[in-house]
């Protein structure tokens, strides 16, 4: 069946420094959401894309996907104590099935 | 205003018991959806409704069973509880059309002892 692999599953980082998460689905998708999950909460939805290489940013944060539409990345720039928590990427095929990705773990170091 | 909403927020209940989980969404959309959540935080769908019909069923116990009296409600009801279940329970709620954003409620944190 369809699967969504997201890497790493834990990242421990310096505050500033940068940090990625990658997701990798083993068919293509019709587009792929991020979530973001604080320590205690509960997901929240941060973005969508949709188009083949479409690039997105949220201020500190760029949100790509492949031309092929079967990977995406989470980049984060000069990390920073809010950022912590766990990063989901979910990835809807074409049968409007929606998988999550295992999650990253981001830890900021102070 | 809470968009949604789940009730209990903590549930701790003995093995063998039945149990349900409330759901509701203020938002006026056409999808909700049960999640569970393990200990390692990984994120697994259990189902969605579609306007009342079930059109997610992953491969879960049939001791689960979705509950949706209207289009703003699904309640979880789960029988004969095990210990596996422990975890944490989030139901969400998404809209038909784009961007198919899901909401999440705060979650239960189910305990079986």
């Known amino acids: 069946g369809q699967q969504v692999m997201q890497i790493p599953q834990y990242q421990h980082v310096q505050e500033g420094e940068d940090f990625t998460t990658y997701c990798n689905s083993s068919?293509?998708?019709?587009?792929i959401q991020w979530y973001k999950q604080r320590p205690g909460g509960h997901p929240v939805f941060l973005i969508q894309l949709v188009k083949s290489g479409e690039v997105k940013k949220q201020k500190r944060l760029t949100f790509q996907f492949g031309e092929a539409k079967k990977n995406s990345s989470l980049h984060i720039t000069a990390t920073q104590t809010t950022d912590v928590g766990t990063y989901f990427c979910a990835g809807e095929d074409r049968d409007d099935k929606i998988i999550f990705g295992k999650g990253t773990r981001l830890h900021i170091l102070p | 205003d809470t968009a949604v909403s789940q009730t209990p927020k903590y549930l701790v209940t003995q093995m063998g018991n039945d149990k349900s989980i409330k759901c509701e969404q203020n938002?006026?959309?056409?999808?909700m959806y049960w999640y569970k959540q393990d200990s390692k935080k990984f994120l697994k769908i259990m189902f969605s409704?579609?306007?009342?019909?079930?059109?997610i069923n992953e491969t879960v116990p049939n001791r689960f069973s979705p509950k949706s009296p209207d289009k703003a409600h699904l309640n979880l009801h789960i029988n004969s509880l095990e210990l596996g279940d422990s975890a944490v329970y989030f139901c969400?709620?998404?809209?038909?059309?784009?961007?198919?954003?899901?909401?999440f409620g705060p979650g239960t944190r189910l305990t079986v002892t």
């Open positions: 938002l006026g959309h056409d999808t």
């Open positions: 409704y579609n306007n009342k019909e079930l059109i």
């Open positions: 068919t293509t998708l019709s587009n």
């Open positions: 969400a709620s998404s809209p038909t059309g784009a961007p198919y954003e899901q909401y």
